[in-house]
């Protein structure tokens, strides 16, 4: 079975109460989730009218927290995206109220020397093998914006809302800067906000995702309460995801928790159902992929929101 004790020695009783469900579904049920990067959450309102359901985990995109966005240097599209995406945790403290689970997504435009999209490798001079040195301004740099983003953090830690959080997503990757060096880098910088939020800023709320299949760059067992992936299929390609999670739990022998952090189009509930694949939850990617059938078919997606494997909100328990 897998691990339900939290990797963080101080963390909240509503952490420990998450994965506890988390593992008890393992293997039992799948938690039916959705990105979202707008205020006006057009994915929910899509599931809503196809399903008549919500899914029981809402994605939440803080990209337009960065501190460090160059509006001087970017484009009408990234311009666009900051500003449809500020002030959306005011729909993350709706859905609390909703008592659904929540995991934020953050595009980190860098720290320094970025321009556009910052968060894209391409689009800036920041070296993150420099940030993990102590004494260096990139280093400084890295450390404010860590910072910056825990106080905006701290609110839920003080209304004990446990959260999903999947820092440096796609590590595996170099399209992103805390990628780009190489998976060491990427494995040192995780290390150092794990040691941050925890020890000084005491973000004791926080279920720690690490999000990437190579074994080679796993962070760690001491800093990681669920494993993740993030997966893109073809067009209306609907699986139990076996392989890809076989692939997954090579980069540990511990028994962690595993999801799927991203995805493009949605696992087959039928499939998951008879093979029982122990994926906890899985998040659907915003735009075309959760508000529209170019991925998912509606009737692909209905199926899957009324069966009886689908966790979906009206079926989750109050863990918080």
Known sequence: MPNAVPCNPNASDEV??????????????????????????????????????LPALCGFELLSYSPNINKDNSSEECLLEIEENRNTLDRAWEWADRKGLIT????????????????????????????VMEGTEEHQALIADMDHMAVILKPFCEKRIPILWRPFHEAEGDWFWWGHKGPEVAKQLYRIMYDRYTRVHALNNLIWVWNSPLVEGYVGDDVTDVI???????????????????ELVQITRAPKLAALGEIGVQPSMKQLS????????????SNEFGASGEWTSEEELREAYQHEYAITLDRLPALY
């Open 16 to 53: 420990k109460a998450v994965l506890r469900y988390l593992n008890e579904i393992s293997g039992r049920g799948i938690i039916t989730g959705q990105h979202t990067q707008t205020n006006r959450q057009k994915e929910l309102l899509y599931i809503e009218q196809v399903t008549g359901k």
């Open 104 to 131: 934020f997504t953050w595009h980190w435009f860098s720290p320094l020397g970025g321009w556009d999209k910052a968060f894209y490798s391409k689009n800036t001079t920041f070296d993150a093998s420099r940030a």
């Open 228 to 246: 993740s992936r993030d997966l893109y299929p073809a067009k209306h390609c609907h699986t139990d995801l076996k392989p890809e999670y076989e």
């Open 274 to 285: 008879l093979t029982r694949i122990p994926w906890v939850w899985y998040m659907i990617w």
